[in-house]
């Protein structure tokens, strides 16, 4: 089985920062991409930001230039930092994976997600 925890939510001022990491773990062959994506309150679950397993990103125009998504692949670990917060930014953030269990198998995966709050 594989797992994906993520950790690192918190509630944070306008303008503040906060890094969000996501380790998976359990059968696996290897990664694709991974990514986050986050979920507001009424609203549906949208992309954030994702990078490949050659280091290839590509972010929401709603975050880029505050956002930055980076990986250790040999901590099977993403990581995303988030600065100058906005209100609007508040959600549940999930991390998504692309994983290979076998050499022939490829699945996603989620993780439980970690709550962000921005408010003053």
């Known amino acids: 089985q594989v797992q994906l925890v993520e950790s690192g939510g918190d509630m944070v001022q306008p303008e503040g920062s906060l890094r969000l990491s996501c380790a998976a773990s359990?059968?696996?062959?290897?990664?694709?991409?991974m990514g986050w994506y986050r979920q507001a309150p009424g609203k549906e679950r949208e992309l954030v930001a994702t990078?490949?397993?050659?280091?290839?990103?590509n972010y929401a125009d709603s975050v880029a230039g505050r956002f930055t998504i980076s990986r250790d692949s040999a901590k099977n670990t993403v990581y995303q930092q988030m600065n100058s917060l906005k209100p609007e930014d508040t959600a549940v953030y999930y991390c998504?994976?692309?994983?290979?269990?076998?050499?022939?198998?490829?699945?996603?995966?989620w993780g439980k997600g970690t709550l962000v709050t921005v408010s003053s």
């Open positions: 998504n994976a692309k994983i290979q269990t076998t050499a022939f198998l490829l699945q996603d995966y």
């Open positions: 359990g059968s696996i062959f290897s990664i694709n991409a």
């Open positions: 990078i490949t397993s050659g280091g290839s990103t």
